[in-house]
Structures are given as C-alpha cells and as structure tokens.
C-alpha cells in the first residue's frame, strides 16, 4: 500500500495519508482497507518490527497491511502459517549452531576426553534452546497483544458506523437531538460501548438521558 502513489505514512499522527483519487484506486484492489483510512495506527512500529521488510535482503517479507487484515480478520490460518514459516528459519539456526558447536569441539578432540566432549556440546545446545524458547514466548505474547488490541478497536470503528442508525430508532427525537446523541457516542467510546451493550427499552432511555444532559 504505501509503496503507491498518492498513498503515504504520517509518523507523527500514526495515520495513513493518500489523495482522494490514490485510496479510491488503492480499495478497489482490497475491499479490506476501506476501513484504514483516517485512522490512528499506533502499533504501526510494532508491526513493522514483528512482519517488516528485512532492510538489508529485503526478504522474507510480509506486507503490512496483509498482516493488519489478517489481524482484523482473524485470519488464523495465515498467522499460524508465518509462525510455522518463523520456526522454520529458527530450526535451521539451531541446526546450523549445533554444526558450528560440534566443529569447535571436534577441533579440540585430541585435548579432551570424549565425555566431556559430549557434556559440552549437549550444555551448548541446552543454552540455544532456552534462548530460543524465550524469545518465541515473548513474541507469541506480543503478537497476541497486537491482535487483541487491533480486534477491539476494529470493533469500536464498526460500532461508530452503526451509531446512528441504532439512534434514529429511539421515538420522539427530532432531526437535531440525534445528531447531539450520536456525536455524544461517537466521541465517549465508554458511553458507546455501554449503549450497544442495552437492551432496547434501556437503550431508549439511556438516548433520552443524554439528549436531556443528565447522562
């Protein structure tokens, strides 16, 4: 996405920036990303740190706005599939330390018994998974993190959208105290939660409530 033109990153505001004709163009391609514009990002960095580009190889990369919907979407399968992609390149790290910690024991045979050849090489090997394990315990805790994260706001956006239609519902309001109640709900995500978690008899009468200021 941001690699198009018209379409940019802001870092100071977290959002993403594009012209009018750029993002029109941009959501045909992924009716996914309709719901990004004009949206603050603040884990945008997390993100490229955990799916960014690799700035040396540019390899193994992961587009960022493929890892947000596969977030927003809960698209289990294509996670779990860069978890499996990530343990692999970690198998073959440990695959390679273990050849290079053999190495550097084999060179050192004639000076050592065999046993403590052996005791070596398993403590080494030991220390590489601990290592290893704890790094991927860390991540799986921060990529879970994200996802929560991004789900609930994902959820709020939706509930924005939907607050004016569950509001025109409540009798008696004019065109005006509407508008005052929804742009009320709109900016007090507490409030709007609270709303669309009554039942409508309730929902009523909370609307009222707040249109009177006694909220």
């Known amino acids: 996405m941001l690699s198009r033109s018209g379409i940019g990153w802001n870092e100071s505001t977290k959002m993403i920036e594009a012209t009018d004709d750029a993002w029109k163009s941009y959501v045909k391609t992924d009716l996914n990303a309709h719901l990004m514009r004009f949206k603050s990002w603040s884990y945008y960095n997390d993100w490229c740190?955990?799916?960014?580009?690799?700035?040396?190889?540019?390899?193994?990369?992961?587009?960022f706005v493929e890892a947000v919907n596969d977030i927003l979407n809960g698209d289990t399968q294509k996670i779990n599939q860069t978890t499996e992609e990530f343990n692999d390149h970690l198998k073959g790290f440990v695959e390679d330390t273990e050849s290079m910690c053999a190495s550097q024991i084999g060179g050192s045979a004639s000076e050592k018994k065999?046993?403590?050849?052996?005791?070596?090489?398993?403590?080494g090997q030991d220390?590489?998974?601990?290592?290893?394990?704890?790094?991927?315990?860390?991540?799986?805790?921060?990529l879970g993190d994200i996802a929560r994260r991004n789900g609930h706001e994902f959820d709020i956006s939706q509930k924005?959208?939907?607050?004016?239609?569950?509001?025109?519902?409540?009798?008696?309001?004019?065109?005006?105290?509407?508008?005052?109640?929804?742009?009320?709900?709109?900016?007090?995500?507490?409030?709007?939660e609270l709303f669309f978690s009554l039942p409508d008899e309730a929902k009523e009468e909370f609307v009222r409530m707040i249109s009177a200021g006694s909220q």
Do not use: H, P
Request: charged share 40%; hydrophobic share 30%.
């Open 160 to 192: 924005r959208e939907e607050v004016y239609t569950a509001v025109g519902k409540v009798e008696g309001l004019n065109l005006q105290e509407k508008l005052q109640v929804s742009k009320f709900l709109v900016k007090n995500t507490k409030e709007l």
């Open 127 to 142: 220390q590489i998974y601990e290592m290893l394990g704890t790094f991927c315990e860390k991540t799986d805790a921060r």
């Open 114 to 123: 065999k046993g403590n050849r052996k005791r070596n090489l398993k403590e």
């Open 49 to 63: 740190e955990i799916f960014g580009k690799d700035r040396a190889t540019r390899e193994n990369a992961q587009d």
